[in-house]
């Protein structure tokens, strides 16, 4: 869409939400995927050394998270600056650099939990049984895996709520409910992280949240010509 004098900055205001959205949406199904089959393929109890060895289909269903971890991360950035460019220059400097750098921490974290997921198959990449070593370098390696995902990831990406959750309120983008659920997600993954039921796993699940709301909230804003709807409100 051009104006008269040629310029193009409302479509691109348009289309940017949009994107924000899409890439939203793929980044939380990409990475909820991949936290599920970590957690399916790296079992919690250390004793399963020898069996996880030798069981070829736990060490594919490890590369397949290995293989979505990247992509993930990629779609991720596009999210930050997509949702960043939303918000324009009405966002508060402080919670801005916590949603940077929290957001930059989180996809390192990505990176070298990969990194790491592909160093353990690489030591474990055998057949028939184990040996005393590489029984020793699998349990090393798991333990690095869980905790990158479920301590130093899973904190980075409370922080990036947070700060999400807190500027979307303040400039009045997120509805009551987005901002209460952004809160509780970033509680859960401050202080329920570990255990058996995977709560690493609300991160992408808030994130699909937040990208759906922003297509709605477009959808309504291109068929009001422009204008935001009453639910953009961040008393909706």
Same mark, same amino acid.
């Given at each position: 869409?051009?104006?008269?004098?040629?310029?193009?900055?409302?479509?691109?205001?348009?289309?940017?939400?949009?994107?924000?959205?899409?890439?939203?949406?793929?980044?939380? *199904?990409?990475?909820?995927?991949?936290?599920?089959?970590?957690?399916?393929?790296?079992?919690?109890? @250390?004793?399963?050394?020898?069996?996880?060895?030798?069981?070829?289909?736990?060490?594919? *269903?490890?590369?397949?998270?290995?293989?979505? &971890? @990247?992509?993930?991360?990629? =779609?991720?950035?596009?999210?930050?600056?997509?949702?960043?460019?939303?918000?324009?220059?009405?966002?508060?400097? =402080?919670?801005?650099?916590?949603?940077?750098?929290?957001?930059? *921490?989180?996809?390192?974290?990505? =990176?070298?939990?990969?990194?790491?997921?592909?160093?353990?198959?690489?030591?474990?990449?055998?057949?028939?049984?184990?040996?005393?070593?590489?029984? $020793?370098?699998?349990?090393?390696?798991?333990?690095?895996?869980?905790?990158? *995902?479920?301590?130093? $990831?899973?904190?980075?990406?409370?922080?990036?709520?947070?700060?999400?959750?807190?500027?979307?309120?303040?400039?009045?983008?997120?509805?009551?409910?987005?901002?209460? &659920?952004?809160?509780?997600?970033?509680?859960?993954?401050?202080?329920?992280?570990?255990?058996?039921?995977?709560?690493?796993?609300?991160?992408?699940?808030?994130?699909?949240?937040?990208?759906?709301?922003?297509?709605?909230?477009?959808?309504?804003?291109?068929?009001? #010509? #422009?204008? @935001?709807?009453?639910?953009?409100?961040?008393?909706?």
């Amino acid at each position: 869409m051009r104006t008269t004098d040629g310029a193009t900055a409302p479509a691109r205001g348009l289309r940017t939400p949009r994107g924000a959205a899409v890439a939203g949406i793929v980044s939380a *199904l990409l990475l909820g995927a991949a936290i599920l089959f970590v957690h399916l393929a790296v079992p919690e109890h @250390p004793e399963d050394a020898a069996d996880w060895i030798r069981d070829t289909s736990q060490r594919q *269903l490890l590369r397949t998270a290995l293989s979505l &971890l @990247p992509f993930a991360g990629i =779609f991720f950035l596009w999210f930050m600056g997509a949702v960043r460019d939303f918000v324009g220059e009405a966002e508060d400097r =402080f919670f801005a650099t916590l949603f940077l750098g929290s957001g930059l *921490l989180f996809v390192a974290m990505l =990176f070298v939990l990969a990194a790491t997921t592909g160093s353990l198959l690489a030591v474990t990449d055998v057949s028939g049984s184990a040996s005393a070593g590489e029984r $020793a370098l699998w349990q090393y390696g798991r333990h690095l895996v869980l905790e990158l *995902l479920s301590s130093y $990831a899973t904190r980075m990406a409370a922080v990036f709520v947070v700060s999400t959750t807190t500027i979307g309120y303040r400039v009045g983008i997120f509805p009551r409910w987005l901002v209460w &659920l952004g809160y509780l997600v970033a509680l859960v993954l401050l202080f329920a992280v570990g255990g058996t039921t995977h709560p690493e796993l609300v991160f992408p699940l808030w994130m699909f949240a937040v990208s759906c709301h922003v297509f709605v909230v477009t959808l309504r804003r291109d068929r009001n #010509g #422009g204008r @935001p709807g009453p639910a953009s409100a961040a008393g909706a």
